[in-house]
């Protein structure tokens, strides 16, 4: 069960505590833009979109880059600079310096970091674990990552009533130096990379690699696109989550978190779920019965109110969470176990362009939507985007097979061939 794993336990320690950090984080900034800055829905949408918009612009050439390098030092790095990105909040509060500016400059650079971290974590466990135990990891990673949420968000809306939200930013940043540690302690060490002669543009080659890994194969493409449409609707709505609870049920700090941390205990209950319900209706179907099932209840999400109309919130984020987490499980074992290993960063951030590259533009879309329509309006169109993006998978081959394939043949049929021509050892780019 990976309890004895050293270097796991050290990595499962680490991503958690970053994971508390940044669902803290995801409370106390937009807190922070409305209670100190008098910030509105899209100024609220903006700061959504500035976290997430590093994966278009860096996205796609990170995942090369990755691939070229060790991935635990890319880690470590990545995890150091954003203990410093988030620690300068309240530094210059008290400086007298915030500003909404400034919360977006953080935001965009911890987007950064959070992007080469993402891609090298994604690529480094499938290399610390067996093909056979990577679908307990990832449960594993994927609960306790839940877990983490869970706490960090109650926590973040109590320290904001307690203490002031700015405070909360201290947190996040020690999560960092939590994560930082446990990454020193990991013993395990990749080989370093052989140095390669690479032809001018060979950069421009690798990436135009992932994209045709993602664009060309019929299981990776479905699932890409649902991810990039389901992000759209799914972070489009949470980006104004904060600001609707506080301004139309008219929640305080306080509440506001353990709120969204009672819905987020679904998220637990999907990452136990998956691997059982994938064991037994095969993991193409499971994926379509959390795609399809548990996140049409978002649209219970828009009839919250205070009082009793508190539950349509806590049932209707709480199934999202369920099914998101749960499809989250079964899609990276799947992709870990269906790519070679050279290759799992450029299909992470190939991928990750498309699923991650559309949450700016849906945080911006909702703040949009709540400044013009009202926030209300704005949160029943965005939630209805959730289930109507999971028609994607209905209408691909998941919908004709039990299993998604995991065979040594198909991951040769992604490798890449050599263009007809090229030298076997190209120039330094």
Not at 102 to 109: C, G, P, R
């Amino acid at each position: 069960m990976l309890r004895r794993h050293r270097d796991f336990r050290l990595l499962w320690c680490g991503e958690t505590a970053g994971r508390f950090g940044a669902s803290v984080t995801s409370v106390t900034m937009p807190l922070i833009a409305v209670s100190r800055l008098d910030a509105g829905p899209f100024e609220a949408g903006l700061l959504m979109a500035a976290a997430w918009l590093p994966w278009l612009v860096v996205g796609l050439p990170a995942g090369a880059w990755v691939d070229r390098m060790r991935r635990r030092p890319v880690m470590l790095v990545a995890a150091a600079l954003s203990l410093v990105f988030y620690a300068a909040v309240p530094v210059a509060d008290r400086a007298g310096l915030l500003s909404i500016g400034l919360l977006l400059t953080v935001a965009l650079l911890a987007g950064t970091a959070a992007v080469f971290f993402q891609t090298a974590y994604t690529a480094y466990l499938a290399i610390l674990l067996t093909p056979e135990d990577q679908p307990e990891g990832n449960a594993k990673l994927h609960g306790s990552a839940s877990a983490a949420e869970i706490a960090g968000l109650g926590s973040g809306g109590l320290m904001a009533q307690v203490a002031g939200a700015v405070n909360g930013m201290f947190v996040n940043a020690a999560t960092f130096l939590v994560s930082l540690l446990c990454l020193t302690g990991i013993r395990h060490r990749e080989p370093r990379p052989a140095p390669a002669r690479r032809r001018p543009g060979a950069l421009a080659a690798e990436v135009g690699e992932g994209l045709r890994l993602v664009a060309g194969d019929p299981w990776l493409r479905p699932l890409t696109l649902y991810g990039a449409a389901a992000n759209l609707a799914l972070m489009g709505y949470q980006s104004i989550l904060v600001v609707f609870l506080v301004r139309s049920a008219g929640l305080a700090a306080g509440p506001v978190g353990a709120l969204i941390a009672v819905a987020g205990a679904g998220g637990v209950l999907g990452a136990f779920l998956a691997r059982r319900i994938a064991a037994r209706t095969g993991t193409a179907r499971a994926l379509l019965y959390f795609a399809l099932g548990l996140p049409a209840c978002a649209l219970l999400i828009p009839l919250t109110s205070g009082g009793a109309g508190l539950l349509f919130f806590v049932v209707g984020a709480g199934c999202v969470s369920a099914g998101v987490v749960a499809e989250n499980v079964i899609k990276s074992t799947f992709q870990q176990r269906y790519c070679p290993p050279e290759l799992l960063g450029r299909l992470t951030t190939s991928a990750a362009f498309l699923n991650y590259g559309t949450i700016p533009l849906g945080a911006l879309l909702a703040g949009s939507l709540g400044t013009l329509l009202g926030l209300r309006p704005a949160m029943w169109i965005m939630t209805a985007g959730v289930p109507l993006a999971a028609l994607i998978l209905l209408f691909s081959p998941l919908r004709h097979t039990r299993d998604l394939p995991v065979s040594p043949r198909s991951q040769e049929a992604l490798r890449p061939r050599k263009p007809h021509g090229l030298r076997s050892t190209p120039e330094v780019g």
